[in-house]
């Protein structure tokens, strides 16, 4: 290459890197092209290598052409470089001066309650107000607190309707919250007033209504006269408060061998306003809450006479009643650990709110 077409080809590649530097917008887009055209494999930085290569009576003259062209062209780098940070420096001024510091901050975003958490809470809330205390008792039970107590001796057929998960103790996972009927007998005696939330386990096929994990309310009243009517009563109460509306309910006989008589109340299926659905097996009900007087024996295990005091139990189960509640259709969806399990209740009411009265937090 004679010293002419030298000249040529760093012209040509000084109106190159002028073109490219207009449409650079960051310091990082300058570095790229800079080495793209200075560095020891850019264009310039390949012709410099070359000087060896000429005449000694050429390479003073392409030395000096080249140097002349570096020159030029880091200036053009080193002018974008300003530029750019010029214009980032006004950006960053002006974003500086539009901050009001009298505005009030942005309020993180909070979590969220569990469906079962919220409705256990209102439940809770329900029933203090009619003066019940809230009780608790241990998910590892004893045979006779979880059996026989309540009338289940070890030849009962109620045994084989709830399949229970045995441990090597001799304990057992309990598949009730009732055992804790009982167990506030002996501590209070009567009169009596509680409810017993809580986990249950039973060693049993999983499908869109059955768990074997799940949660439920456990309900005790005895005193003198205790009778059905105070039982619908209450449990009347209790749905329309928890659903905020009128609950249509139905009361058939059931059997349940700690109470006596039983009943299974029914409400609606309110996934599919009582058309039928997976949730509530195409019927149009879901059972929701098995109650009855208590059982004679029952009160006698726990120390009362029964000739004295009545009273009534109830079992609610609050999964259900959460599904219920927020349209989830899957109870599968409670224990799954998915943090989408926390959306229904924000999503189907309204934003988290306090709610003063509870003093707890709620949506």
Known sequence: ???????????RIETEV??????????????????????????????????RDYTPDLRGQVGQALNT??????????EAARRISSSE?????????????????VRPPLGNLHPVTIVQWKIEHVFQRLGFTVEAGPDMESDYYNFEALNIPADHPARDMQDTFWLTNGLLLRTHTSPVQVRSMEKFGPPIRCIVPGRCFRYETTDASHENTFHQCEGLMIDRNISIANLIAVMKLLLREVFEREVKIRLRP?????????FELDMSCLICDGRGCATCKKSGWLEILPCGMVHPNVLRHGGIDPHEYTGFAFGLGLTRLAMMKYGIHDIRVMNSGDLRALVPPCRLTGPTVWDSEMGRQAC
Do not use: C
């Not at 290459?1 to 012209?11: F, G, P, S, W, Y």
């Not at 420096?89 to 901050?105: N, W």
């Not at 059931?254 to 039983?262: A, I, L, Q, R, T």
């Open 1 to 11: 290459m004679d010293i002419e077409q030298l000249r040529n080809q760093v012209a």
């Open 18 to 51: 002028q073109s490219l530097l207009k449409g650079v917008r960051s310091l990082d887009d300058v570095r790229r092209v800079r080495s793209r055209f200075l560095g020891k494999k850019g264009a310039l930085g390949k012709m410099m290598g070359t000087i």
């Open 254 to 262: 059931g059997y349940f061998p700690f109470v006596e008589p039983g």
């Open 89 to 105: 420096a006004a950006a960053e001024a002006t974003k500086a001066s539009a901050f009001d510091p009298t505005l009030p901050g």
């Open 69 to 78: 062209a570096n020159k030029a062209v880091t200036a053009l780098f080193d």
